[in-house]
């Protein structure tokens, strides 16, 4: 929960705080970011056309200088142009923070998880073997109103992760 909520006055980098916790060096970078055309996955996730313009921030994670996760989130154009979303700059408070300050709050979230083989640019990235699946977590992100204002794609490799899901029943 602290990974999508606005809320709370705990750090802005809740992985390193998550590391740190552990006695580990958790940090991420923000490889790239800006205006793409989106691919056909997140443009139906999104419920625009494939190829229409989004924001997408690509950031490297790291644990222990090593990495362990690469991800690419994804905004649509009107949410993210023009905002610290579309650039690589560290975002005080948080990216999600700032996109609930902007007036796109979540309020409900769907994940899929699938395991598979990383493509040649995943496989240098996180270090992995010829024969080594990664998992792959895609999160679609919608408002009260069951607008989507963010779909994340998370590659990591498999046999370096744990997931764990609390669900509130009730």
């Known amino acids: 929960m602290p990974y999508v909520s606005p809320e709370g006055d705990g750090p802005s980098d809740v992985w390193a705080a998550e590391a740190a916790a552990q006695g580990r060096r958790g940090e991420q970078r923000i490889v ?5 055309p989106a691919p056909p996955d997140v443009a139906e996730l ?3 056309r494939e190829g229409e313009a989004v924001v997408v921030r690509r950031r490297l994670i790291t644990l222990d200088d090593r990495p362990n996760e690469l ?11 023009g905002t610290r979303l ?7 408070g948080g990216a999600v ?3 609930a300050e902007l007036g ?3 309020a409900r979230i769907r994940e899929d998880v699938i395991a598979r083989m990383p493509d040649d640019e995943e496989r240098e990235t996180l270090r992995t073997g010829p024969q080594e699946p ?5 999160r679609l992100t919608v408002d009260r109103d069951d607008r989507p204002i963010q779909v994340d794609v998370m590659v990591m490799p498999a046999h370096r992760q744990r997931l764990r899901y609390e669900l509130r029943i009730g």
């Open 32 to 36: 790239r970011a800006g205006e793409v």
């Open 46 to 48: 999104l419920g625009i």
């Open 71 to 81: 991800t690419d989130t994804y905004y649509p154009a009107h949410v993210a142009r």
């Open 86 to 92: 579309a650039g690589t700059a560290k975002i005080p």
């Open 97 to 99: 923070r700032l996109l």
């Open 104 to 106: 796109h709050a979540g």
């Open 134 to 138: 990664v998992l792959q977590l895609t």
